[in-house]
């Protein structure tokens, strides 16, 4: 028998390789958790900008086409920022070309915000100077149906005003009030005719259909800009090798605990490889 002091013992504690492996599949489940988070923000957000468009566009529209003579309507944003936002929700459940998709549903919606301030400018000014309802809403204002001749002259007269006639044109809805002799459009007040309607209560429609119009361009104007940074944040995101196979149950195996080596092969790494001196000298023994 080898003397005891050239053994050499194992290490006392090794890290058990379950509690790494334990260690790592909590990190890449919080990352997937992340990801997933991020996922559905952003998908939220996009469809949210997508309803509010949509609603841009059917505003917008119904009110460029309830007259003929007045062809404002902002819902040129809402084709914008549709495209956008559809590019974002399709870009937003790819993995492969989802940066290129966000990428350019975030310049379709910075486009769109550009638009949707501009249209709600247009639109709500338009809509605070160039349309009084106070003589509509004080029965002043007529409506000329096309049952009658297409066109004709209408006397005007007001007690500020001297008399003139005020040619119409068919199915119109015109304001003698706001009719200045000479020029089309008061100065002060708005437009004295209204040509293509079915009624003059189109008119209270055009009016509130354009303030809806604003209302939502400039929803859109802040929700397209929350949205491009949502995007902006989430497009370079991507899982992991090792979160995708922790997002499945089935895939993931119990550590299989590691066998003992055998007793022959490993004693001699218990061994110094340095010969052992033995305790005593040739000198003691002839003594």
């Not at 002060?188 to 209560?201: F, L, N, R, W």
């Not at 922790?246 to 004693?267: F, G, K, R």
Request: charge should be neutral.
């Amino acid at each position: 028998d080898r003397p005891a002091d050239c053994v050499k013992h194992p290490p006392a504690s090794m890290p058990p390789a379950q509690s790494l492996q334990s260690s790592g599949l909590t990190l890449s489940e919080t990352s997937m958790g992340s990801f997933k988070r991020r996922k559905r923000k952003s998908i939220i957000v996009t469809v949210m900008l997508l309803i509010v468009s949509v609603l841009i566009l059917i505003f917008g529209l119904a009110a460029t086409t309830r007259t003929q003579n007045i062809t404002v309507g902002g819902y040129y944003p809402g084709v914008i920022l549709g495209f956008g936002s559809f590019l974002g929700i399709i870009g937003a459940h790819l993995i492969e070309n989802k940066r290129q998709m966000l990428v350019a549903s975030i310049v379709f919606i910075s486009f769109g915000v550009v638009a949707a301030f501009c249209c709600a400018i247009v639109d709500g000014v338009f809509a605070a100077r160039h349309i009084d309802l106070r003589p509509l809403y004080a029965g002043r204002c007529e409506y000329h149906s096309s049952e009658s001749a297409s066109d004709r002259d209408v006397p005007c007269q007001s007690s500020s005003r001297p008399s003139c006639n005020l040619r119409v044109k068919s199915n119109t809805c015109y304001c003698c009030d706001l009719y200045n002799c000479g020029n089309r459009v008061e100065v002060i007040g708005g437009y004295h005719e209204y040509t293509d309607v079915k009624s003059c209560q189109d008119v209270v429609h055009l009016y509130h259909l354009l303030w809806s119009a604003t209302i939502l361009n400039i929803v859109a104007l802040f929700l397209g800009i929350i949205t491009a940074a949502v995007l902006g944040g989430f497009k370079d995101m991507t899982p992991s090798a090792a979160s995708e196979s922790t997002s499945e149950p089935e895939a993931i195996t119990a550590p299989i605990p590691s066998q003992p080596p055998p007793p022959t092969t490993s004693l001699n790494s218990y061994y110094n490889t340095a010969p052992c001196l033995p305790p005593y000298t040739a000198y003691d023994l002839q003594v």
